[in-house]
Structure formats: C-alpha cells, structure tokens
C-alpha cells in the first residue's frame, strides 16, 4: 500500500492507520459490489 509513503510525504504519522483501514473497507466494498455487479449481468 501507498498510504505510509504519502504519509510521510505529508510529514503525517497519524493519517496511517487510517488511511490503512479506510483502504481495507474499500477493497471490501468493491469486491462485493464486483461480484453483485457480474451476477446482474449474468441475468441479462
């Protein structure tokens, strides 16, 4: 992940964990919304 390099670009240590886990939901999200997403274009 990016989120420790852009964090210490920024000269931020406390954007890590939460950049780390608001990345983590989103792969989460799009993962299920992938898999909802190809079984609506199955039925077409």
Do not use: Q, R
Request: zero cysteines.
């Amino acid at each position: 992940m990016f989120v420790p390099a852009v964090a210490e670009a920024l000269k931020n240590k406390d954007v890590v964990m939460s950049g780390i886990t608001v990345g983590i939901i989103g792969y989460a999200i799009g993962n299920y919304l992938g898999l909802v997403i190809a079984e609506l274009l199955k039925l077409l």
